[in-house]
């Protein structure tokens, strides 16, 4: 008997790119994400009130002195006004909390399925008929 060495055989590979990870969770993840998204324009809007506030305020002490105090409802009114309109794109979050795109694409899926299987009459059909 001769003992012959049998080379071993050498698969070489491609390395795999690194694939986003997937876990059972991602809709979790996505809602979470969206509503620090909402709480953080909430508190950025409410910066912002306060901040046209303090400088409304500023600029009437400026101008009248201990007068200013009768200028408070306008100047608080002049600070809810952009609170308002940096906090208005708010609904658009919250439904990304409670209607995220999974829930969005199995909802169109159903409406489309529905929609191929009720038959419906155009004028066409009546027409040919």
Do not use: C, W
Not at 95 to 116: K, S, W
């Amino acid at each position: 008997m001769t003992t012959e060495q049998v080379a071993p055989i050498i698969v070489e590979r491609k390395k795999s790119e690194p694939r986003e990870r997937q876990t059972r969770l991602s809709f979790v993840q996505n809602a979470e994400s969206n509503l620090l998204h909402a709480y953080q324009r909430i508190l950025a809007s409410v910066d912002q009130g306060l901040n046209t506030y303090i400088e409304a305020r500023n600029e009437s002490i400026k101008a009248k002195g201990d007068e200013a105090y009768a200028d408070t409802l306008p100047n608080l009114a002049k600070g809810l006004e952009t609170v308002i309109k940096a906090i208005a794109p708010l609904p658009s979050d919250l439904v990304g909390i409670v209607y995220p795109d999974e829930v969005h694409q199995v909802v169109a899926d159903t409406i489309h399925g529905v929609t191929n299987v009720i038959p419906t009459e155009t004028a066409s059909t009546k027409a040919s008929e």
